[in-house]
């Protein structure tokens, strides 16, 4: 059960990034040479990486990019729901 609990967690700070990203995104979009907005965008766009891979790593890849095996392809291999499935 626990871990269930830190796997949600880790999703849903996953999900807060990603809105930052977004929201940046579309600022970058009418202001493109904010240099200080430019900077959160990288910084958080280096944070969003290494929680994906800390995710990927401990749980189930959530892109093909984050299958860490060449040999089989781990896609829902613990028995998670897929996206479609209500899994993220």
Known sequence: MGTNKEMNRMLNDIGIVDFILVDLML??????????????????SKIKKKMVQEFSMKYYPL????????????????GTPLAWEGGC
Do not use: G
Not at 27 to 44: M, V
């Open 27 to 44: 600022y970058l979009d009418t202001h493109p040479h904010d240099q200080s907005a430019l900077n959160y965008f990288t910084h958080y």
């Open 63 to 78: 892109t093909k990019e984050h299958n860490d095996s060449d040999k089989e392809f781990r896609w829902n291999s613990q």
